[in-house]
């Protein structure tokens, strides 16, 4: 199975931290989304929130802090939901590096949505698949919300208008 993954994050930087990790899958035709908020670690750096950044995705400081739940708390239960999935964001450089600094070690790897989609959709090399066009135009009509769980949600709808109709 796959699972669409998205962070939020302190700040684009090489030292950000993730403040929220969203997760979205299917189950049939229908999309199951799940996330949670991540309240920093002692040693994440509080000087890497980036005001821009929150501007962004719209979570204040006090917001992560009070309402995030522990580090190890949300990587047992991001590890309890993938299992042995195969995780694809659309940013994966990015969603490594704040899986891996969730998990304070190297996590699962993350495929990239772009190469994804071609190799499931493409038709074994067709450029011009129909349904790797639906897959892009689905993406394309949904508006970004800069929220990690409706972000997540957002490919695996795409992905789903890739699917046969049946």
Same mark, same amino acid.
């Given at each position: ?9 302190? /700040? ?10 969203? *997760? ?10 799940? %996330? ?14 980036? /005001?821009? /950044? =929150? ?10 802090? /009070? ?10 239960? *991001? *590890?309890?939901?993938?299992? =042995? ?13 704040? *899986? ?65 109709? %049946?």
């Amino acid at each position: 199975m796959n699972i669409f993954i998205d962070f939020e994050a302190s /700040s684009l930087s090489s030292q950000s931290w993730p403040i929220e990790v969203g *997760l979205a899958w299917l189950e049939g035709r229908e999309v199951a989304v799940k %996330s949670r908020l991540v309240c920093p670690r002692a040693h994440w750096d509080p000087a890497d929130w980036d /005001s821009k /950044s =929150e501007g962004v995705h719209g979570l204040p400081y006090s917001t992560v802090l /009070s309402a995030g739940s522990n580090a190890d708390a949300v990587s047992d239960w *991001l *590890l309890d939901i993938v299992q =042995e999935n195969t995780l694809i964001s659309d940013a994966p450089e990015f969603d490594q590096r704040w *899986l891996d600094r969730l998990l304070d070690q190297p996590g699962p790897r993350v495929q990239d949505f772009d190469q994804a989609v071609w190799d499931e959709f493409s038709g074994g090399g067709n450029p011009a698949s129909s349904r790797v066009a639906r897959v892009y135009k689905a993406k394309a009509s949904r508006q970004t919300a800069h929220r990690a769980g409706p972000d997540a949600a957002d490919l695996a709808y795409a992905w789903r208008a890739g699917m046969p109709k %049946s």
